[in-house]
Each structure stands twice: as C-alpha cells, then as structure tokens.
C-alpha cells in the first residue's frame, strides 16, 4: 500500500510541477486608473502579451484582476475582472511559464524572481478567466448598500437631540451580459426620525442621487454615457447632468460634455444650470514612468446666461523614481461688474503636491493650495456685484512618515494657510506615534499630538487609541483625547475630554455591523453621539 502512495505520489508530482517549466514572476505597480483602463508600471513587459491576466495578492492566493489590452516596453493596460477594488500604487502580479531556463541568467535588476508556479486560487470560475484564447471583457457586478443611525444628545436643551437615518445604495455593473454596456449608482436617502411625519409626505426632499448613469463603450478607448455621471478626468466640474462622450487615438484622447449642474442645496435636476465644454488629454511614457496631461474649457450657465467661464489644466506624473508630483489649475475666463460682462484671465486656483516614497521605511509628502473664491456670476448675482477684490486663501502642508523597525510607525506635520485680511497666518503641526502587534496583547496603539496657533484660537489636542481583535470577525477600538481651546474676542477657554469606543463585527465576510460612542466632556456641559452601521458588499 505504501508503494502505491508513493508512486501516486510522485506521479501527481511530475503533473502539477513539471521540471521542465518554471514560472517567472513580474511585479508591477499600479500606476493611473481612468474611466476605462487600469495602466500598471513594470520594469519590463517581456514575456507579457495581449489578452493576459495580471493578478492582485489576497493574503497568500492570486486573485485575477486585469486583463491585459495594450502594452509597451514597460507598461500595460487593461480593464478590471475583478469585483475587487483596485487602487493607485497597489502591487500587481504577471506569471510568465519559462521553459528550461537558467535561474542563474535572471536580469535581477527586473526584480524578478523565479519559483514554481503557485496554486491560485481565482475570484471568478475557471471558465471566465481571461487567457490568451478568451479576450472579450467580463461583465463584472459589485456594490454596497448600507444603513446607518446616528444620535446626539446632551445634558443641555433637548433641542440639541436628535437621531438621524442614512440608507445608501451604491452600484456598479460593467459589460452588462457580455455587452459594451454599464450601469453606475450612488444613491441616498437621510432624514432626522423627528422629521418623519414630513418626510413620508415629501421623499424627494430626503433622497439624493449622486451618480446615476448608463454607459456603452463601442471598443477600448470610445465610450458614451448618460445620466447624472461624474468624470474622473473632469473632476473639477463635478457631476453632470446630460451626455459624455470619449473617444482615443494613440496617447491621445478627447471628450466632450453637454448637460446641466446639480442643484446646489439639494442635489436635484436643475436643467435651468445649463453647461457644456470639453478636454482633451495624453498619456505618455517618460524616463522609467508615466505622464498624464488634461486641458479643459468649460461654461456654465443659470437661466441659459453665463454664470462662469474657466479653463483648467491637471497633470501628474512618476518619471523620477518613487516619486509622484500633481498639479492642478482653474482659470476663469468671464467677470461681470455692475452688470457688464467682460473678459479676464484670471488664475482662480492652483494645488501642487509631490508624494516621494523611496522605500517602505520613509515617505514625505509636500503640498501647496492657492484659491481664490468661484464666483457664479447669475447665481450670485446680488454678491458678485458688490465683489470688487477677490481673496486668496494660501496653504502648505508637509508629513514625513518613517518606519524605523517592524510594526514600529512615525510622522510628523506642518500645516500653514493665510488669507488676505487675517491679523495673522494659521499654523498647524503635530505628529503621531503607532506601534502595530503589541507582543501578548496582540493590540495596536497610537498616541498623537496637534497644535493650532491662528488669530482666533490657540489649542493643543492629545489623543490615544488602542485596537485589537476580539475573537476573528470581531474589532475592538477604544479612545482617549484632551483637548484645550484658547480663543480670543472674550469667548471663554474650552477643556473637554472625550472617550469613545467600538465595535466592529464582520459576518461572513461581506457583511459588517459596527457601533461607536463618543462622549465629550466639560465643566459644564456633556454631550455624546452613537453611530450604528450595517453595511453588506456584494
């Protein structure tokens, strides 16, 4: 008997690990995500071809995540197979079969590393991963749907108490039954329990639409949507009302929009708010990374007169290693002064930031925020009048994080903004201290400090928070913090002390229910809130 397990033995050997084939594994980065593709950064692409899949690491299993579209020396793209969220800077995974080859000839300036090839364990049946023989896009599904409660109460007037009901639906269905159809929502429903009565009455005043959209994509780089939609790469206009449509050529892409804005105090259709405009954009391969540049010019309207006119310019880029540097800018093109309408160029707003991670040991993270206040010159029409100088709001800020040993965590960060007409600027700064995987308690804790020095408050905030699991599928938080307000003007100084707690409960998984209390503390007064949330993925 021993014989023959052995000869099994060595038979299912020989079939699952031939000697004859190694595997080499690529790692990459994702590098940029846009409406369709998802573009990872390797340091070579050989051995990667076309209709391949590309995978992302789940504890110890490869979960498929990509499939392979487009690819260069040292990059590709594709669209997600996933149910999974995929992020900027997340580490993604390409499996290339060798056969017979010499470990010892592996250009280790690739970061490759050859191994047998791992059992993966896949998101989807066998049937739906995508390999070289199946290239047409997977319909995937995912989406959230949530409930939450908060209450506040204080030991004050009951004015001051109320509980308040959030529903959210959030939806995502891409290549619906195989198509170059898609269908995206984020819808919420939110009212106080005291409120009800009218609430019941008039549904529209508590329900808000956020994203609510149908998209077809004719092929890879032309796509078309309609409905309440937000473009990532137009994200400065915000979400509109109307159609979108995208089309590319090369590196080169452009769009177009045509629609109206939401309405500002309740997210309703307003086709009063008409707008159009369009960008175009490229993305380009530069030194050992990626470069994205967008141009838009957009106009928006109330009652059909123009309300704003502006341009505005993003670009990002990783051409210096393990570094990220952004740059946004807004730039309006229409003023009107006691009722006239001219012409100006006027930089409304400018963010720069540049994100520099060498290793996982060290980050810093530099920014810089310049904006002026948008005015819409019809929506506002009583204010814009009398507005004859417009202030800019300057800010900066910087964090360093290091990670000197295992499970050890520090950073330190400064904050300054100054707005013309402020006696003097704002200054912020503080850092924090983490150590994760406490020994014998198996717990976390982090201890913080922040200061606030402005012309109308100085403070100080200390803080301490521990976690640690309960049993699996159960997170137990507990919090502490002091914080002491000085302000000027004659408003009395303020010391409160808060304490908070939580609860996390994973039930199979895609299921979570959680609870939280916080109570603040005063000579005088005391006031707490309860949050309970139950929210299931799907």
């Not at 998209?215 to 400065?236: C, E, M, Q």
């Not at 740059?327 to 002064?337: G, N, P």
């Not at 010159?377 to 990670?403: C, I, P």
Request: charged content about 20%; hydrophobic content about 35%; overall charge neutral.
């Amino acid at each position: 008997m021993k014989i023959y397990l052995s000869i099994l033995v060595v038979a299912l050997s020989t079939f699952l690990y031939p000697k004859e084939e190694m595997t080499t594994v690529l790692e990459g980065t994702v590098s940029y995500i846009s409406s369709q593709n998802i573009y990872v950064k390797f340091n070579s692409t050989e051995g990667i071809d076309g209709g391949d899949t590309l995978f992302i690491k789940t504890k110890n299993n490869y979960i498929p995540a990509i499939k392979v579209d487009y690819k260069s020396s040292t990059s590709c793209s594709g669209v997600s197979i996933t149910t999974k969220k995929i992020e900027v800077n997340m580490p993604v995974y390409a499996f290339i079969k060798d056969e017979l080859q010499d470990t010892t000839s592996i250009d280790t300036t690739a970061t490759e590393i050859t191994i047998i090839a791992p059992v993966i364990t896949p998101a989807v049946t066998e049937n739906e991963i995508v390999t070289k023989t199946s290239l047409a896009p997977l319909p995937t599904l995912s989406g959230r749907v949530s409930v939450q409660s908060y209450s506040n109460f204080t030991n004050q007037s009951t004015s001051f108490d109320y509980q308040r009901w959030r529903y959210t639906f959030q939806l995502n269905a891409n290549r619906i039954g195989g198509t170059g159809f898609t269908y995206s929502q984020y819808l919420s429903f939110a009212y106080k329990a005291s409120n009800w009565n009218y609430i019941s009455s008039n549904l529209e005043d508590a329900f808000r639409a956020y994203d609510l959209a149908v998209g077809y994509a004719f092929n890879d780089v032309t796509s078309i949507w309609a409905g309440r939609h937000l473009n990532p790469k137009i994200s400065n206009v915000g979400p509109i009302d109307g159609l979108q449509f995208e089309t590319g050529f090369g590196s080169w892409g452009v769009g177009a929009a045509v629609g109206s804005r939401p309405d500002l105090e309740n997210m309703g259709w307003d086709y009063n708010l008409f707008e159009y405009g369009a960008y175009v954009y490229r993305a380009d391969e530069i030194a050992k990374g990626d470069m994205f540049n967008t141009l838009g010019y957009f106009t928006q309207t109330n009652d059909f007169k123009t309300d704003r006119r502006f341009i505005y310019y993003q670009h990002s880029n990783s051409a210096i290693e393990n570094t990220r540097i952004f740059l946004s800018t807004e730039i309006d093109l229409y003023k009107m002064v006691n009722g006239e309408s001219q012409s100006e160029f006027s930089l409304t707003s400018l963010y720069a930031s540049i994100n520099i991670r060498p290793s996982d040991l060290f980050s810093l993270f530099l920014s810089y925020d310049a904006r002026k206040n948008v005015i819409y010159y019809e929506t506002f029409k009583s204010f814009a009048d009398s507005v004859y100088e417009n202030e800019t709001r300057q800010g900066f800020r910087t964090r360093l994080t290091l990670r000197p040993v295992r499970n050890l965590y520090m950073g330190v960060d400064y904050g300054y903004r100054f707005r013309k007409g402020d006696p003097k600027p704002a200054n912020n700064y503080g850092g924090y201290i983490t150590y994760s995987q406490i020994p014998g308690i198996e717990s976390s804790a982090t201890a913080s400090f922040n200061r606030i020095n402005s012309s109308y408050v100085n403070g100080d905030i200390w803080s301490f928070n521990l976690s640690r699991p309960i049993v699996y599928g159960v997170d137990l938080w507990l919090g502490y913090r002091i914080t002491t307000y000085q302000f000027r003007e004659g408003i009395p100084d303020m010391k409160q002390q808060s304490a908070s707690v939580g609860l996390s409960i994973y039930l199979l998984k895609p299921v979570l229910l959680n609870f939280t209390y916080e109570g603040n503390f005063e000579d005088v007064q005391s006031s707490g809130r309860f949050l309970a949330n139950l929210t299931y993925r799907f």
